[in-house]
């Protein structure tokens, strides 16, 4: 039982220490894209379709932490209405929603299928 | 059709979930998590949020009656890499009786904090439950059907304190998902290290979303299938005298905030199951955690 006590204190240690990464500054965020990632444009056109069906996907995913308006909490929770979202390239924003931000409370979406996260995102570029 | 004997049970299950206080934050929901019974994804839960998910289990053994198994599943994600779970399990065996059978806690931790091609996650579990559980929640060692026959009066006296890890591996690949899980299961008591395995796929049945809000549309439905079974234990590293069992699987996301999953799964082997339906019916509540920690914003 000892022993059993013992390794469960060393998994818990190790994967804290794992998962305790290095702040990230949010402009630093899109350096981090590979250029592949960062030259990619949203395949899906901008049409009132694709954009309804991004908000009902940002309602059901994201307006939880975001807020309804995409405005943040002022907290923990940043508004998606910044001019560094603004700044970031279709395929910047892709490959941030499909790697998240784990140690900051933003999780994966790489779970919802490719065309939905465009389709988020073509939601997201509609926002004024 | 479902045996008559279990529809007292299912009746209370639904009631269960009908008197829960649903409308804590009714207008959304997400629900990342495939439909598996079995074989976990690296898909955690949201931090804050709060999942109540129901699941039953409905079989006989050949040399005994038909059995009815409940897990009421707590699963909260205190991180957005670390997602913490309570268990209470029961069964209700007609002719028998219906009892508690104990509780499992279980962590589940990514260590590695970017999306891979192929994504680890850490699994560990403690369980207390007694000899007369019948929740199929892996299947390891040489476990069979004839453990599930036993009389609830004789299997309740045995108590297993037992830790059960897993190596959970999972790829997102476009619309599907694809886990692989090692299990490695020690009776703290005086049993030998089991091993078992779980193997799973899904994928939804639509890849893009409506442009309208939709409850019975193919975007809310994900088929797969799973396959697991046990690997024999370090006594015994044979597959000889294991059960191993494939189930199709079918989930619903009926409403933003309540998922329906079933699954008939099919005994492979003389030693397992002929037949196991499963049924797991979940809410989810979004930033519970934010309730009692405000002052933080909720979990980050």
Not at chain 2, 130 to 143: N, P, R, Y
Request: hydrophobic fraction near 40%; glycine fraction near 6%; include cysteine.
């Amino acid at each position: 039982m000892r022993r059993f006590t013992l390794t469960v204190l060393i998994f818990l240690a190790a994967a804290l220490a794992f998962a305790a990464g290095p702040a990230t500054n949010p402009v630093d965020r899109w350096q981090r894209v590979p250029p592949r990632d960062h030259a990619r444009s949203n395949p899906l056109a901008a049409t009132p379709e694709t954009i309804a069906a991004g908000s009902q996907l940002y309602r059901t995913h994201c307006a939880q932490c975001h807020g309804p308006a995409a405005l943040g909490d002022g907290r923990k929770h940043p508004s998606l209405r910044t001019d560094h979202v603004r700044s970031a390239s279709d395929g910047d924003l892709e490959w941030f929603l499909r790697q998240g931000d784990l140690a900051h409370g933003m999780p994966s979406w790489s779970s919802l299928p490719p065309t939905q996260r465009w389709q988020l995102i073509a939601y997201l570029r509609s926002l004024p | 059709m479902l045996p008559r004997p279990f529809f007292p049970l299912l009746l209370r299950i639904l009631l269960f979930f009908a008197l829960l206080p649903l409308p804590l934050n009714p207008q959304r929901l997400s629900a990342q998590e495939k439909p598996y019974f079995v074989t976990y994804s690296h898909d955690l839960e949201e931090p804050g949020n709060l999942e109540v998910e129901s699941r039953t289990d409905l079989a006989r053994p050949d040399a005994s009656t038909r059995f009815a198994a409940e897990a009421t599943e707590f699963e909260y994600g205190l991180r957005a890499w670390w997602t913490t779970e309570l268990y209470l399990e029961g069964q209700t065996t007609p002719a028998d009786s219906t009892l508690f059978t104990g509780f499992r806690i279980e962590n589940r931790v990514r260590p590695i904090l970017r999306e891979l091609p192929v994504n680890p996650v850490l699994y560990i579990e403690y369980e207390n439950i007694s000899g007369a559980d019948k929740t199929l929640l892996e299947v390891v060692g040489h476990d069979s059907q004839s453990d599930l026959a036993v009389p609830n009066a004789i299997a309740r006296r045995t108590m297993q304190h037992e830790a059960e890890t897993r190596l959970i591996l999972s790829s997102n690949l476009r619309a599907w998902n694809l886990s692989e899980n090692f299990i490695a299961e020690k009776n703290l008591g005086h049993a030998p290290w089991e091993f078992g395995y779980a193997l799973g796929a899904t994928r939804p049945l639509a890849t893009a979303a409506s442009p309208h809000p939709c409850s019975l549309c193919l975007q809310n439905l994900t088929a797969g299938a799973e396959l697991y079974g046990g690997l024999g234990d370090a006594a015994s590293l044979t597959l000889a005298r294991t059960s191993h069992y494939l189930a199709p699987l079918l989930g619903w996301q009926a409403t933003p905030s309540m998922r329906l999953t079933f699954s008939p799964g099919f005994g492979l082997t003389s030693t397992a199951l002929n037949r196991v339906y499963r049924i797991g019916l979940a809410y989810e509540f979004d930033q519970f955690g934010s309730r009692f920690f405000a002052r933080n914003g909720g979990a980050h």
